[in-house]
Protein backbone atom coordinates (compact mmCIF):
# COMPACT_ATOMS: atom_id res chain seq x y z
CA UNK A 1 0.00 0.00 0.00
CA UNK A 2 1.71 3.47 -1.34
CA UNK A 3 1.19 6.44 1.14
CA UNK A 4 2.35 10.31 0.08
CA UNK A 5 4.87 11.99 2.05
CA UNK A 6 5.71 15.62 1.68
CA UNK A 7 8.18 17.25 4.21
CA UNK A 8 8.05 14.40 6.83
CA UNK A 9 4.41 14.29 6.94
CA UNK A 10 1.64 12.49 5.55
CA UNK A 11 -0.67 13.54 2.40
CA UNK A 12 -3.96 13.05 2.92
CA UNK A 13 -5.27 14.40 -0.51
CA UNK A 14 -3.70 14.17 -3.76
CA UNK A 15 -4.92 16.03 -6.60
CA UNK A 16 -2.60 14.29 -10.37
CA UNK A 17 -3.23 16.10 -13.33
CA UNK A 18 -6.73 17.27 -12.62
CA UNK A 19 -8.69 18.60 -15.70
CA UNK A 20 -12.25 19.69 -16.37
CA UNK A 21 -14.54 21.39 -18.95
CA UNK A 22 -17.63 22.99 -18.90
CA UNK A 23 -19.09 23.41 -22.42
CA UNK A 24 -16.05 23.13 -24.36
CA UNK A 25 -14.28 25.50 -22.04
CA UNK A 26 -11.46 24.50 -19.92
CA UNK A 27 -11.86 25.05 -16.28
CA UNK A 28 -9.36 23.11 -14.91
CA UNK A 29 -5.51 22.26 -16.40
CA UNK A 30 -3.73 19.64 -15.23
CA UNK A 31 -4.09 20.98 -11.55
CA UNK A 32 -1.48 18.79 -9.16
CA UNK A 33 -2.02 19.81 -5.16
CA UNK A 34 -0.85 17.97 -1.95
CA UNK A 35 -2.45 18.52 1.09
CA UNK A 36 -0.70 17.04 4.56
CA UNK A 37 -3.46 15.91 6.84
CA UNK A 38 -4.56 18.51 9.70
CA UNK A 39 -3.07 21.44 7.28
CA UNK A 40 -4.98 24.41 5.77
CA UNK A 41 -4.99 24.82 1.95
CA UNK A 42 -6.14 28.60 0.80
CA UNK A 43 -6.90 29.05 -3.01
CA UNK A 44 -6.75 32.06 -4.73
CA UNK A 45 -7.66 33.38 -7.71
CA UNK A 46 -9.90 35.66 -9.52
CA UNK A 47 -13.71 34.60 -10.06
CA UNK A 48 -13.86 31.78 -12.56
CA UNK A 49 -10.26 31.04 -12.01
CA UNK A 50 -12.00 27.63 -10.50
CA UNK A 51 -11.67 27.52 -7.17
CA UNK A 52 -15.46 26.47 -6.54
CA UNK A 53 -14.83 24.02 -9.45
CA UNK A 54 -12.04 22.85 -7.28
CA UNK A 55 -14.05 22.54 -4.09
CA UNK A 56 -16.97 20.73 -5.19
CA UNK A 57 -14.99 17.92 -6.55
CA UNK A 58 -12.87 17.58 -3.85
CA UNK A 59 -16.27 17.02 -2.07
CA UNK A 60 -17.63 14.40 -4.69
CA UNK A 61 -20.49 16.79 -6.16
CA UNK A 62 -21.48 14.92 -9.24
CA UNK A 63 -21.30 17.72 -11.94
CA UNK A 64 -17.74 18.01 -11.05
CA UNK A 65 -16.25 14.75 -11.84
CA UNK A 66 -12.99 15.07 -13.39
CA UNK A 67 -12.69 14.58 -17.36
CA UNK A 68 -9.20 13.20 -16.68
CA UNK A 69 -6.59 13.03 -13.11
CA UNK A 70 -7.32 11.84 -9.77
CA UNK A 71 -8.67 12.84 -6.65
CA UNK A 72 -6.46 10.67 -4.20
CA UNK A 73 -7.47 10.30 -0.54
CA UNK A 74 -5.29 8.28 2.01
CA UNK A 75 -7.96 6.94 4.66
CA UNK A 76 -7.97 4.70 7.28
CA UNK A 77 -10.77 2.24 6.66
CA UNK A 78 -12.31 0.10 8.53
CA UNK A 79 -12.61 -3.65 6.27
CA UNK A 80 -15.23 -4.74 7.67
CA UNK A 81 -18.19 -1.71 7.87
CA UNK A 82 -16.50 0.84 5.81
CA UNK A 83 -15.99 3.33 8.61
CA UNK A 84 -13.37 5.88 7.03
CA UNK A 85 -11.25 7.85 9.44
CA UNK A 86 -7.47 10.12 8.34
CA UNK A 87 -4.83 8.78 7.65
CA UNK A 88 -3.17 9.29 11.42
CA UNK A 89 -5.55 6.53 12.53
CA UNK A 90 -4.19 3.94 11.08
CA UNK A 91 -3.80 0.82 13.75
CA UNK A 92 -6.53 2.94 16.02
CA UNK A 93 -9.99 0.36 16.29
CA UNK A 94 -12.92 1.24 15.03
CA UNK A 95 -16.44 1.48 16.66
CA UNK A 96 -17.17 -1.88 15.64
CA UNK A 97 -14.05 -2.69 17.06
CA UNK A 98 -12.09 -3.99 13.59
CA UNK A 99 -8.68 -2.06 13.32
CA UNK A 100 -8.67 0.61 11.03
CA UNK A 101 -5.86 -0.11 7.78
CA UNK A 102 -4.19 2.15 5.50
CA UNK A 103 -5.99 2.37 2.01
CA UNK A 104 -4.95 4.80 -0.86
CA UNK A 105 -8.52 5.02 -3.04
CA UNK A 106 -9.09 6.51 -6.23
CA UNK A 107 -11.83 9.13 -5.02
CA UNK A 108 -14.09 9.38 -8.59
CA UNK A 109 -13.16 5.34 -9.59
CA UNK A 110 -14.12 3.94 -5.63
CA UNK A 111 -17.62 1.68 -5.51
CA UNK A 112 -20.45 3.93 -4.69
CA UNK A 113 -19.92 2.58 -0.85
CA UNK A 114 -16.44 3.84 -0.06
CA UNK A 115 -17.19 7.36 -2.52
CA UNK A 116 -20.62 7.53 -0.24
CA UNK A 117 -18.60 6.63 2.94
CA UNK A 118 -15.22 9.22 2.52
CA UNK A 119 -18.11 11.70 1.67
CA UNK A 120 -19.94 11.72 4.67
CA UNK A 121 -16.98 12.62 6.36
CA UNK A 122 -16.45 16.05 4.43
CA UNK A 123 -18.55 18.86 5.45
CA UNK A 124 -18.68 22.00 3.33
CA UNK A 125 -19.70 25.89 3.52
CA UNK A 126 -20.64 27.77 0.61
CA UNK A 127 -20.58 30.68 -0.51
CA UNK A 128 -24.12 32.56 0.10
CA UNK A 129 -26.20 29.15 0.73
CA UNK A 130 -27.12 29.33 4.39
CA UNK A 131 -28.29 25.41 4.55
CA UNK A 132 -30.85 26.06 7.50
CA UNK A 133 -34.38 24.87 8.67
CA UNK A 134 -35.59 28.36 8.34
CA UNK A 135 -38.68 27.35 10.17
CA UNK A 136 -36.70 25.74 13.39
CA UNK A 137 -34.78 27.15 16.21
CA UNK A 138 -30.88 27.59 16.06
CA UNK A 139 -30.52 24.39 18.48
CA UNK A 140 -32.80 22.58 16.68
CA UNK A 141 -30.70 23.03 13.79
CA UNK A 142 -27.52 22.16 14.91
CA UNK A 143 -29.14 18.76 16.59
CA UNK A 144 -30.16 17.55 13.92
CA UNK A 145 -26.41 16.93 12.94
CA UNK A 146 -25.78 14.86 15.75
CA UNK A 147 -26.91 11.59 15.06
CA UNK A 148 -25.88 9.60 18.00
CA UNK A 149 -26.43 9.81 21.72
CA UNK A 150 -28.75 10.27 24.22
CA UNK A 151 -30.77 13.88 24.04
CA UNK A 152 -29.06 15.09 26.84
CA UNK A 153 -25.62 14.69 25.44
CA UNK A 154 -26.35 15.83 22.22
CA UNK A 155 -27.94 19.26 23.97
CA UNK A 156 -24.90 20.00 25.42
CA UNK A 157 -22.91 19.36 22.23
CA UNK A 158 -25.22 21.44 20.94
CA UNK A 159 -24.47 24.34 23.15
CA UNK A 160 -21.20 23.83 23.05
CA UNK A 161 -21.02 23.96 19.33
CA UNK A 162 -23.04 27.48 19.42
CA UNK A 163 -20.64 28.43 22.44
CA UNK A 164 -18.05 28.03 19.84
CA UNK A 165 -19.45 30.04 17.13
CA UNK A 166 -20.57 32.83 19.18
CA UNK A 167 -24.17 32.21 18.88
CA UNK A 168 -25.05 30.44 22.49
CA UNK A 169 -27.48 34.17 22.89
CA UNK A 170 -29.50 32.87 19.93
CA UNK A 171 -30.16 29.29 20.96
CA UNK A 172 -33.92 29.82 20.85
CA UNK A 173 -34.38 32.11 17.75
CA UNK A 174 -35.96 31.06 15.03
CA UNK A 175 -33.08 30.44 11.84
CA UNK A 176 -35.36 32.83 9.60
CA UNK A 177 -35.04 35.83 11.78
CA UNK A 178 -31.22 35.13 11.84
CA UNK A 179 -28.75 38.26 9.99
CA UNK A 180 -26.35 36.89 7.29
CA UNK A 181 -23.72 36.74 9.57
CA UNK A 182 -25.60 34.69 12.12
CA UNK A 183 -26.72 32.13 9.56
CA UNK A 184 -23.43 31.75 8.76
CA UNK A 185 -21.87 30.50 12.01
CA UNK A 186 -25.03 28.27 12.85
CA UNK A 187 -24.49 26.67 9.12
CA UNK A 188 -20.53 26.35 10.70
CA UNK A 189 -21.86 24.67 13.74
CA UNK A 190 -24.20 22.27 11.73
CA UNK A 191 -21.25 21.57 9.79
CA UNK A 192 -18.61 21.02 12.72
CA UNK A 193 -21.43 18.44 14.37
CA UNK A 194 -21.01 16.33 11.56
CA UNK A 195 -17.38 15.45 13.09
CA UNK A 196 -15.77 16.28 9.66
CA UNK A 197 -12.32 14.73 8.63
CA UNK A 198 -12.21 17.48 5.52
CA UNK A 199 -13.96 21.32 6.00
CA UNK A 200 -14.42 22.61 2.52
CA UNK A 201 -15.24 26.45 2.57
CA UNK A 202 -15.68 28.24 -0.23
CA UNK A 203 -15.91 31.95 0.63
CA UNK A 204 -17.43 31.44 3.84
CA UNK A 205 -17.22 35.61 4.31
CA UNK A 206 -17.83 36.65 0.86
CA UNK A 207 -21.06 38.93 1.84
CA UNK A 208 -20.39 39.51 5.58
CA UNK A 209 -18.99 42.67 7.08
CA UNK A 210 -15.56 43.21 8.65
CA UNK A 211 -16.48 42.53 12.12
CA UNK A 212 -18.67 39.69 11.41
CA UNK A 213 -16.21 38.19 8.90
CA UNK A 214 -13.77 38.12 11.93
CA UNK A 215 -16.41 36.04 14.71
CA UNK A 216 -16.54 33.63 11.83
CA UNK A 217 -12.30 33.76 11.11
CA UNK A 218 -11.81 33.21 14.43
CA UNK A 219 -14.67 30.03 14.66
CA UNK A 220 -13.03 28.42 11.77
CA UNK A 221 -9.70 28.69 13.63
CA UNK A 222 -11.04 27.93 16.88
CA UNK A 223 -13.23 24.69 15.23
CA UNK A 224 -11.16 23.68 12.46
CA UNK A 225 -7.99 24.63 12.08
CA UNK A 226 -6.74 24.48 16.12
CA UNK A 227 -8.94 20.66 15.84
CA UNK A 228 -6.40 19.48 13.71
CA UNK A 229 -9.49 18.83 10.45
CA UNK A 230 -8.01 19.68 7.48
CA UNK A 231 -9.60 22.40 5.44
CA UNK A 232 -9.82 23.56 2.49
CA UNK A 233 -10.98 27.34 2.33
CA UNK A 234 -11.56 29.85 -1.29
CA UNK A 235 -11.22 33.45 -0.11
CA UNK A 236 -10.78 37.09 -2.01
CA UNK A 237 -10.03 38.59 1.62
CA UNK A 238 -6.10 38.46 1.42
CA UNK A 239 -5.93 38.64 5.01
CA UNK A 240 -8.12 35.39 5.56
CA UNK A 241 -5.62 33.61 3.52
CA UNK A 242 -2.95 35.09 5.82
CA UNK A 243 -4.32 34.04 8.97
CA UNK A 244 -5.85 30.76 7.97
CA UNK A 245 -4.44 28.88 5.00
CA UNK A 246 -0.91 26.92 5.78
CA UNK A 247 0.12 27.06 1.80
CA UNK A 248 -1.47 28.85 -0.96
CA UNK A 249 -2.26 28.07 -4.27
CA UNK A 250 -3.03 31.02 -6.95
CA UNK A 251 -5.54 29.90 -9.95
CA UNK A 252 -5.77 31.69 -13.15
CA UNK A 253 -8.00 30.68 -15.84
CA UNK A 254 -7.54 26.77 -14.49
CA UNK A 255 -4.30 26.42 -13.92
CA UNK A 256 -1.95 26.82 -10.77
CA UNK A 257 0.17 29.54 -11.58
CA UNK A 258 2.02 29.48 -7.93
CA UNK A 259 1.64 27.70 -4.91
CA UNK A 260 3.74 28.04 -1.66
CA UNK A 261 3.45 30.33 1.36
CA UNK A 262 0.64 32.09 1.97
CA UNK A 263 2.62 35.42 3.05
CA UNK A 264 4.13 34.97 -0.35
CA UNK A 265 1.57 33.91 -2.74
CA UNK A 266 -0.91 36.83 -1.58
CA UNK A 267 1.65 39.52 -1.79
CA UNK A 268 2.27 38.27 -5.55
CA UNK A 269 -1.11 38.23 -6.34
CA UNK A 270 -2.09 41.50 -4.82
CA UNK A 271 0.89 43.29 -6.51
CA UNK A 272 -1.42 42.53 -10.12
CA UNK A 273 -4.35 44.40 -8.88
CA UNK A 274 -4.59 47.24 -10.50
CA UNK A 275 -5.54 50.89 -8.86
CA UNK A 276 -8.79 52.27 -9.39
CA UNK A 277 -8.84 54.98 -11.78
CA UNK A 278 -8.60 58.49 -10.13
CA UNK A 279 -11.33 61.12 -10.72
CA UNK A 280 -12.03 65.22 -9.99
CA UNK A 281 -13.84 65.81 -6.53
CA UNK A 282 -17.82 65.17 -7.54
CA UNK A 283 -20.16 68.50 -6.73
CA UNK A 284 -23.29 68.97 -7.35
CA UNK A 285 -25.82 70.30 -4.84
CA UNK A 286 -29.01 69.32 -6.56
CA UNK A 287 -30.92 67.17 -4.72
CA UNK A 288 -32.84 64.07 -6.03
CA UNK A 289 -33.34 61.90 -2.87
CA UNK A 290 -34.49 63.50 0.07
CA UNK A 291 -35.34 61.47 3.41
CA UNK A 292 -37.06 63.27 6.69
CA UNK A 293 -37.84 61.53 9.98
CA UNK A 294 -38.18 57.75 7.97
CA UNK A 295 -38.82 55.49 11.05
CA UNK A 296 -39.58 51.63 10.77
CA UNK A 297 -40.60 49.96 13.95
CA UNK A 298 -41.33 46.34 14.17
CA UNK A 299 -43.16 44.67 17.07
CA UNK A 300 -42.12 41.58 18.65
CA UNK A 301 -43.84 39.50 21.17
CA UNK A 302 -39.94 38.30 22.44
CA UNK A 303 -38.30 41.12 22.24
CA UNK A 304 -40.48 44.36 22.37
CA UNK A 305 -39.82 47.37 19.95
CA UNK A 306 -37.53 46.62 17.09
CA UNK A 307 -35.87 50.09 15.91
CA UNK A 308 -34.85 49.26 12.34
CA UNK A 309 -34.58 52.64 11.38
CA UNK A 310 -35.23 55.49 13.58
CA UNK A 311 -35.69 59.03 12.36
CA UNK A 312 -33.09 59.79 9.44
CA UNK A 313 -32.57 62.82 7.66
CA UNK A 314 -31.01 62.60 3.99
CA UNK A 315 -30.25 63.88 0.86
CA UNK A 316 -28.48 62.68 -1.84
CA UNK A 317 -27.52 64.45 -4.65
CA UNK A 318 -28.02 64.30 -8.62
CA UNK A 319 -24.83 62.12 -10.20
CA UNK A 320 -23.92 61.49 -6.30
CA UNK A 321 -22.14 58.05 -5.31
CA UNK A 322 -23.10 57.91 -1.88
CA UNK A 323 -22.26 55.21 0.40
CA UNK A 324 -24.05 53.99 3.96
CA UNK A 325 -21.79 51.92 6.34
CA UNK A 326 -22.76 49.98 9.68
CA UNK A 327 -22.60 46.61 11.15
CA UNK A 328 -24.84 44.30 10.38
CA UNK A 329 -28.48 44.79 11.69
CA UNK A 330 -27.40 49.00 11.26
CA UNK A 331 -30.69 49.52 9.52
CA UNK A 332 -28.92 49.73 6.15
CA UNK A 333 -30.77 47.60 3.74
CA UNK A 334 -33.77 48.54 5.92
CA UNK A 335 -33.30 51.98 4.59
CA UNK A 336 -33.08 51.14 0.98
CA UNK A 337 -35.99 48.90 0.85
CA UNK A 338 -38.12 52.10 1.90
CA UNK A 339 -36.85 54.15 0.12
CA UNK A 340 -38.41 52.20 -3.17
CA UNK A 341 -41.14 50.84 -1.62
CA UNK A 342 -40.49 47.27 -0.73
CA UNK A 343 -40.67 48.47 2.92
CA UNK A 344 -43.09 50.88 4.05
CA UNK A 345 -42.33 53.40 6.77
CA UNK A 346 -43.99 53.73 9.97
CA UNK A 347 -43.65 57.49 9.69
CA UNK A 348 -41.20 60.00 8.11
CA UNK A 349 -41.39 61.12 3.97
CA UNK A 350 -39.51 59.70 1.79
CA UNK A 351 -39.47 61.47 -2.14
CA UNK A 352 -37.00 61.22 -5.45
CA UNK A 353 -36.88 63.27 -8.20
CA UNK A 354 -38.31 62.18 -11.54
CA UNK A 355 -37.36 65.28 -14.06
CA UNK A 356 -38.80 68.56 -12.55
CA UNK A 357 -41.34 66.73 -10.39
CA UNK A 358 -40.71 65.17 -6.94
CA UNK A 359 -42.03 61.91 -5.96
CA UNK A 360 -43.67 60.99 -2.63
CA UNK A 361 -42.25 57.39 -2.32
CA UNK A 362 -44.57 56.19 -0.02
CA UNK A 363 -47.63 56.64 -2.28
CA UNK A 364 -48.59 53.52 -4.12
CA UNK A 365 -49.95 53.70 -7.89
CA UNK A 366 -48.77 54.80 -11.25
CA UNK A 367 -49.20 58.42 -9.77
CA UNK A 368 -47.08 57.50 -6.99
CA UNK A 369 -43.98 55.65 -6.62
CA UNK A 370 -44.84 54.11 -9.36
CA UNK A 371 -44.18 56.73 -11.72
CA UNK A 372 -40.67 56.57 -10.90
CA UNK A 373 -39.76 53.01 -10.65
CA UNK A 374 -38.76 52.28 -14.22
CA UNK A 375 -35.96 54.70 -13.83
CA UNK A 376 -34.46 53.21 -10.71
CA UNK A 377 -32.14 49.89 -10.72
CA UNK A 378 -31.70 47.72 -7.69
CA UNK A 379 -29.46 45.14 -6.94
CA UNK A 380 -29.88 43.51 -3.78
CA UNK A 381 -27.36 41.64 -1.00
CA UNK A 382 -29.68 38.35 -1.63
CA UNK A 383 -30.30 38.50 -5.63
CA UNK A 384 -31.12 35.84 -7.68
CA UNK A 385 -30.82 35.83 -11.42
CA UNK A 386 -33.64 33.66 -13.58
CA UNK A 387 -32.13 30.31 -13.85
CA UNK A 388 -34.08 29.01 -16.52
CA UNK A 389 -32.91 31.77 -19.04
CA UNK A 390 -29.49 32.44 -20.53
CA UNK A 391 -27.09 35.17 -19.48
CA UNK A 392 -27.94 37.32 -22.68
CA UNK A 393 -31.76 36.58 -21.63
CA UNK A 394 -31.21 37.29 -18.17
CA UNK A 395 -29.67 40.70 -19.47
CA UNK A 396 -32.76 41.69 -22.16
CA UNK A 397 -36.15 40.43 -21.86
CA UNK A 398 -36.26 38.33 -18.24
CA UNK A 399 -36.13 42.17 -17.37
CA UNK A 400 -38.06 43.37 -20.44
CA UNK A 401 -35.34 45.14 -22.42
CA UNK A 402 -36.74 44.43 -25.99
CA UNK A 403 -34.04 44.41 -28.41
CA UNK A 404 -33.13 43.43 -31.64
CA UNK A 405 -30.80 40.66 -31.62
CA UNK A 406 -27.71 41.85 -32.86
CA UNK A 407 -28.31 45.09 -30.98
CA UNK A 408 -29.09 43.01 -27.80
CA UNK A 409 -25.84 41.30 -28.00
CA UNK A 410 -23.46 44.41 -28.26
CA UNK A 411 -25.52 46.19 -25.43
CA UNK A 412 -24.89 43.21 -23.28
CA UNK A 413 -21.08 42.19 -24.10
CA UNK A 414 -20.60 46.18 -23.96
CA UNK A 415 -22.29 45.97 -20.56
CA UNK A 416 -20.21 42.90 -19.39
CA UNK A 417 -17.10 44.72 -20.22
CA UNK A 418 -18.04 47.26 -17.17
CA UNK A 419 -18.41 44.88 -14.94
CA UNK A 420 -14.97 42.94 -16.00
CA UNK A 421 -15.20 40.63 -18.54
CA UNK A 422 -12.92 40.99 -21.45
CA UNK A 423 -14.95 40.81 -25.02
CA UNK A 424 -13.83 37.05 -26.30
CA UNK A 425 -15.12 35.98 -22.15
CA UNK A 426 -18.26 37.96 -22.49
CA UNK A 427 -19.42 36.54 -25.83
CA UNK A 428 -18.75 32.58 -24.33
CA UNK A 429 -20.97 33.38 -21.38
CA UNK A 430 -23.93 35.02 -22.85
CA UNK A 431 -25.61 31.26 -24.00
CA UNK A 432 -24.53 29.97 -20.88
CA UNK A 433 -27.15 29.10 -17.89
CA UNK A 434 -26.58 30.91 -14.56
CA UNK A 435 -25.37 27.58 -12.91
CA UNK A 436 -22.91 27.48 -15.13
CA UNK A 437 -21.11 30.73 -14.02
CA UNK A 438 -18.83 30.87 -10.96
CA UNK A 439 -20.70 32.61 -7.84
CA UNK A 440 -18.40 35.68 -8.63
CA UNK A 441 -19.21 35.96 -12.39
CA UNK A 442 -23.07 35.89 -11.39
CA UNK A 443 -22.60 38.27 -9.37
CA UNK A 444 -21.17 40.26 -11.86
CA UNK A 445 -24.24 39.40 -14.13
CA UNK A 446 -26.71 40.70 -11.16
CA UNK A 447 -24.70 43.91 -11.47
CA UNK A 448 -24.92 44.37 -15.33
CA UNK A 449 -28.65 43.22 -15.21
CA UNK A 450 -28.73 46.60 -13.06
CA UNK A 451 -26.84 48.55 -15.78
CA UNK A 452 -27.66 48.03 -18.60
CA UNK A 453 -31.19 49.36 -18.51
CA UNK A 454 -29.57 52.81 -17.84
CA UNK A 455 -31.87 53.91 -14.50
CA UNK A 456 -31.30 57.54 -13.19
CA UNK A 457 -30.78 56.41 -9.77
CA UNK A 458 -29.22 52.78 -8.81
CA UNK A 459 -28.97 50.98 -5.70
CA UNK A 460 -26.51 48.45 -4.81
CA UNK A 461 -26.49 46.13 -1.68
CA UNK A 462 -22.85 44.82 -1.03
CA UNK A 463 -22.40 44.65 -4.89
CA UNK A 464 -17.99 43.49 -4.56
CA UNK A 465 -19.40 40.75 -1.62
CA UNK A 466 -17.83 38.10 -3.93
CA UNK A 467 -15.14 40.05 -5.71
CA UNK A 468 -11.98 38.99 -6.05
CA UNK A 469 -9.90 42.32 -5.65
CA UNK A 470 -8.85 42.93 -9.30
CA UNK A 471 -12.63 42.67 -9.96
CA UNK A 472 -13.78 44.87 -7.20
CA UNK A 473 -11.31 47.76 -9.02
CA UNK A 474 -12.87 46.86 -12.58
CA UNK A 475 -16.51 47.49 -10.91
CA UNK A 476 -15.08 50.63 -8.95
CA UNK A 477 -14.32 51.55 -12.72
CA UNK A 478 -17.14 50.96 -14.59
CA UNK A 479 -19.63 52.99 -11.67
CA UNK A 480 -17.18 56.30 -11.87
CA UNK A 481 -17.36 56.10 -15.76
CA UNK A 482 -21.39 55.28 -15.63
CA UNK A 483 -21.46 58.60 -13.41
CA UNK A 484 -19.42 60.40 -15.81
CA UNK A 485 -21.37 59.40 -18.75
CA UNK A 486 -24.61 58.90 -17.85
CA UNK A 487 -25.01 61.56 -14.95
CA UNK A 488 -26.87 58.57 -12.94
CA UNK A 489 -26.69 58.62 -8.96
CA UNK A 490 -25.80 55.69 -6.77
CA UNK A 491 -26.78 54.86 -3.54
CA UNK A 492 -24.17 52.11 -2.35
CA UNK A 493 -24.32 49.85 1.09
CA UNK A 494 -21.19 48.22 1.44
CA UNK A 495 -19.08 46.40 4.19
CA UNK A 496 -15.67 46.48 1.73
CA UNK A 497 -14.34 49.50 3.15
CA UNK A 498 -11.17 50.21 0.31
CA UNK A 499 -14.55 49.82 -2.38
CA UNK A 500 -16.30 52.85 -0.37
CA UNK A 501 -13.07 54.80 -0.11
CA UNK A 502 -12.42 54.28 -3.50
CA UNK A 503 -15.95 54.98 -5.14
CA UNK A 504 -18.12 57.01 -2.90
CA UNK A 505 -18.17 61.09 -2.80
CA UNK A 506 -19.72 60.91 0.67
CA UNK A 507 -20.47 58.22 3.05
CA UNK A 508 -23.21 58.01 6.01
CA UNK A 509 -22.33 55.97 8.87
CA UNK A 510 -25.48 53.63 10.45
CA UNK A 511 -26.03 52.65 14.07
CA UNK A 512 -28.80 51.31 15.97
CA UNK A 513 -30.95 52.53 12.83
CA UNK A 514 -30.04 55.81 13.40
CA UNK A 515 -27.12 58.05 10.83
CA UNK A 516 -24.16 58.80 12.99
CA UNK A 517 -22.22 60.45 10.77
CA UNK A 518 -21.58 61.91 7.36
CA UNK A 519 -18.88 63.03 5.69
CA UNK A 520 -15.85 62.18 3.46
CA UNK A 521 -15.19 57.91 3.04
CA UNK A 522 -11.41 58.16 4.64
CA UNK A 523 -13.00 60.13 7.84
CA UNK A 524 -15.79 57.56 8.05
CA UNK A 525 -13.89 54.80 7.82
CA UNK A 526 -11.68 56.13 10.20
CA UNK A 527 -14.51 55.84 12.70
CA UNK A 528 -14.71 52.37 12.04
CA UNK A 529 -11.48 51.14 14.04
CA UNK A 530 -11.70 47.70 15.90
CA UNK A 531 -12.53 49.59 19.30
CA UNK A 532 -15.39 51.38 17.67
CA UNK A 533 -16.39 48.49 16.18
CA UNK A 534 -16.51 46.97 19.88
CA UNK A 535 -17.88 49.98 20.96
CA UNK A 536 -21.04 49.74 18.37
CA UNK A 537 -21.43 45.82 19.59
CA UNK A 538 -22.31 46.60 23.32
Not at 67 to 72: A, T
Not at 365 to 372: A, D, E, Q, T, V
Request: glycine residues 8%; contains cysteine; charged residues 30%.
Amino acid sequence: MRLFFKGGSMSFIVLKNINKTFNNIKVLKDVNVEIEEGSVLGILGRSGAGKSVLINMLRGTKEYKPDSGQVIYNIAICKECLHVEPPSKVGELCECGEKLEAEEVDFWSAGRKKFSEIRKRIAIMLQRNFALYERESVIENVLRELKSGEYEEKLYEAIDLLEMVQMSHRITHIARDLSGGEKQRVVLARQMAKNPMIFLADEPTGTLDPQTAEHLHQALMDGVKDQGITMVITSHWPEVMKKLADQVIWLEKGKIIEKGPADTVVENFLATVPLPKQTEEYVNDEPIIEIEEAKKHYYSIERGVIKAVDGIDLNINKGEIFGIVGLSGSGKTTLTRMLIGLTEPSSGKIKAKLGDDWIDMIQTGPLGRGRIMPYIGLLHQEYALYPHRTVLGNLTEAISLELPAEFAKMKAIHTLNAVGFDDEYAMSILDKDPDELSGGERHRVAIAQVLIKEPNIIILDEPTGTMDPITRVQVTDSILKAREELKQTFLIISHDMDFVIDVCDRTALMRGGKILKIGDPEEIVKELTPAEKEKMLN
